[in-house]
């Protein structure tokens, strides 16, 4: 089953532009607590800890139609100079394109399907940091559009202010 963002069935009517949502899958996770229990005992009684994120987003045709966008997720935290846990998630989406106008294909593959994505990937770290016996870690959302314009500017194109 698959959600077109037009409302209809698979693909809508012809000639309609479509996204569909064909899968999401870990492709890859780790997560580490390399210091427990001592950190764990220090977490209890330190101030909050420094966390740092990256985040990076890569799109790959699979065929004419279907493509793969990647959400990759980076973090750790630190108290003290003690590393309490880091992570590293590959999150993906197996995306199908319809009848998109070639102009929309960046923008759409780069902000709304990651943006589709980030709710999940939010999740499982969040499990994932709770499980490890820190409180859970709620990522704030992410402006996959002003992600989109830094990269364009780095690669030196210019973006339009749309």
Excluded: T, W
């Amino acid at each position: 089953m698959s959600m077109a963002s037009n409302g209809g069935p698979e693909g809508g009517q012809q000639g309609q532009p479509s996204l569909a949502v064909l899968a999401q899958y870990i492709k890859d996770f780790s997560f580490e607590n390399p210091n427990a229990p001592r950190s764990l005992v220090q977490q209890q009684n330190a101030q909050p800890p420094e966390i740092k994120i990256q985040i990076n987003v890569e799109a790959k045709p699979i065929n004419a139609s279907d493509i793969e966008v990647e959400l990759k997720l980076e973090g750790r935290a630190e108290a003290a100079q003690l590393l309490l846990f880091s992570f590293d998630l590959l999150y993906a989406g197996m995306f199908r394109l319809q009848n998109i106008p070639q102009d929309n294909v960046g923008p759409l593959l780069m902000i709304e399907c990651p943006r589709l994505l980030f709710p999940f990937a939010r999740e499982l770290i969040s499990s994932a940091v709770s499980n490890s016996g820190f409180p859970p870690l709620l990522l704030e959302p992410v402006d996959f559009g002003m992600l989109y314009q830094q990269k364009l500017a780095a690669q030196g194109q210019a973006v339009s202010a749309n």
